[in-house]
């Protein structure tokens, strides 16, 4: 079986620009959760979506946001950029809520410049 | 909210040596699941044990094992037989089991010496 897709793998924008990201998680599950992890402030959730509805939010700004599709996959866009948006962005996938598997992609480096 | 705590920021061990790597956690939730996750430099995060807090009996896998003590709050990891590949960034998480959402610590750098 697959495992957490995540792309592009590497991502270099300027400030003020937006950006997409992509994840697919593994076949079957129907839960997405996005992080973001800076040497700073270390792994942060960004937000959650089961069955094509955000379930859960962390604290970042309006300018993050995400969606699912039908097919489980998941998109975050961040707008206007700023510097300190450079990050890793992880993904990870799990079959439902609470549930006791959940596996990670290998993240976006994103740079913003 | 939970709030996890790795209180080492590096440890280092000695090949086939065995270290053990800190966590406390805060909750006052009574059931949740607690794991370890290894990030080496290449940044995927692998799932390395999980413990589900109802459960008394410590989680082993192969040379990983945990000492969970659930009125402490305390979750330790303990590599035996360090190997190489064994150096990464360990992080101790957090999630309860009505949601998705991780509280991760601010992880633990090991270097294994060869």
């Known amino acids: 079986k697959a495992g957490v897709t995540q792309t592009p793998r590497y991502l270099i924008k300027t400030r003020g620009q937006q950006v997409t990201l992509s994840c697919s998680p593994i076949?079957?599950?129907?839960?997405v959760s996005w992080y973001q992890q800076t040497p700073g402030q270390g792994l942060q959730f960004l937000f959650e979506?089961?069955?094509?509805?955000?379930?859960n939010k962390g604290n970042f700004p309006g300018r993050f946001s995400g969606r699912q599709f039908s097919n489980s996959r998941s998109e975050m866009n961040v707008s206007t950029l700023e510097l300190g948006d450079s990050a890793l962005y992880l993904c990870?996938?799990?079959?439902?809520?609470?549930?006791?598997?959940?596996?990670f992609g290998p993240g976006t480096r994103l740079t913003v410049t | 909210a939970q709030t996890v705590t790795q209180s080492q920021p590096e440890m280092s061990v000695q090949e086939a040596e065995t270290v053990t790597l800190s966590c406390t956690y805060d909750t006052s939730e009574s059931d949740y699941y607690l794991f370890w996750y290894k990030q080496p430099p290449s940044r995927q995060m692998i799932l390395v044990i999980r413990q589900e807090a109802y459960k008394q009996q410590n989680a082993t896998e192969n040379r990983f094992s945990v000492n969970f003590q659930k009125a402490a709050k305390s979750f330790s990891l303990k590599i035996s037989d360090s190997q190489l590949g064994d150096a990464a960034m360990y992080f101790c998480?957090?999630?309860?089991?009505?949601?998705?959402?991780?509280?991760f610590g601010t992880g633990t750098s090991l270097t294994v010496i060869p």
């Open positions: 990870a996938s799990s079959l439902a809520r609470g549930s006791y598997e959940q596996y």
């Open positions: 998480a957090y999630r309860s089991v009505t949601g998705n959402q991780f509280y």
């Open positions: 076949s079957g599950h129907r839960s």
């Open positions: 979506y089961f069955s094509e509805t955000q379930r």
